[in-house]
Antibody, heavy 123, light 110 residues
Framework: QVQLQQWGAGLLKPSETLSLTCAVY????????WSWIRQPPGKGLEWIGE???????TYDPSLKSRVTISVDTSKKQFSLKLTSVTAADTAVYYC?????????????????WGQGTMVTVSS | QSALTQPRSVSGSPGQSVTISCTGTSSDVGGYNYVSWYQQHPGKAPKLIIYDVSDRPSGVPDRFSGSKSGNTASLTISGLQAEDEADYCCCSYAGSYTYVFGTGTKVTVL
């Protein structure tokens, strides 16, 4: 059974860099797309970006200038860095896997999620 | 890209049906048949319940169904049960390998 385990700093000051890592256990890393998604307190989900196991990435246009998602296939891990954080970046951050079956991967269908990491930005 | 618009809340009695709308634009919901729906209980990670507008992953009850007309997608929960009380959020492909989520809807079972 595939599980995602994520970790990273939970309290940041404005202008610092958010850094989170997500590890894949119990399943394949190759052939899948891996995303970061966040949820501000009391609000809806926001897609941040996605990386393929090969390292190709796509980002939400509004965050693109501050986001980097990278992958370490040898460790079956992928990471998120978000620079110059502000209070608006306070949220629960989730890592997630895009659902793939029968050789097809389905757009926007995230079937496995990490446990979430609350990140608070405060001076 | 702007968040997809969902009603803030809907409610129904056990056994009834409720429908949640998810309104976007021709650049997202209306342009692609790639709408997914998520159920989220308090303090938990979201759970995928619908993908590609109307397909259900294995294990999701057929009480959950999805549809789309124009720029609006819908999730219907039939035979509402107490455990269906949760937040529901839609997601659509928005072109250029990006996605946009909805504003979220709280379903209350009366």
């Amino acid at each position: 059974q595939v599980q995602l385990q994520q970790w990273g700093a939970g309290l940041l000051k404005p202008s610092e860099t958010l850094s989170l890592t997500c590890a894949v256990y119990g399943g394949s890393f190759s052939g899948y797309y891996w995303s970061w998604i966040r949820q501000p307190p009391g609000k809806g989900l926001e897609w941040i970006g996605e990386i393929y196991h090969s390292g190709s990435t796509t980002y939400d246009p509004s965050l693109k200038s501050r986001v980097t998602i990278s992958v370490d296939t040898s460790k079956k891990q992928f990471s998120l860095k978000l620079t110059s954080v502000t209070a608006a970046d306070t949220a629960v951050y989730y890592c997630a896997r895009r659902y793939c079956s029968g050789g097809s991967c389905y757009w926007g269908a995230f079937d496995i999620w990490g446990q979430g990491t609350m990140v608070t930005v405060s001076s | 890209q702007s968040a997809l618009t969902q009603p803030r809340s809907v409610s129904g009695s056990p056994g009834q049906s409720v429908t949640i709308s998810c309104t976007g634009t021709s650049s997202d919901v209306g342009g692609y048949n790639y709408v997914s729906w998520y159920q989220q209980h308090p303090g938990k990670a979201p759970k995928l319940i619908i993908y590609d507008v109307s397909d259900r992953p294995s294990g999701v009850p057929d009480r959950f169904s999805g549809s789309k007309s124009g720029n609006t997608a819908s999730l219907t929960i039939s035979g509402l049960q107490a455990e269906d009380e949760a937040d529901y959020c839609c997601c659509s492909y928005a072109g250029s390998y990006t996605y946009v989520f909805g504003t979220g809807t709280k379903v209350t079972v009366l």
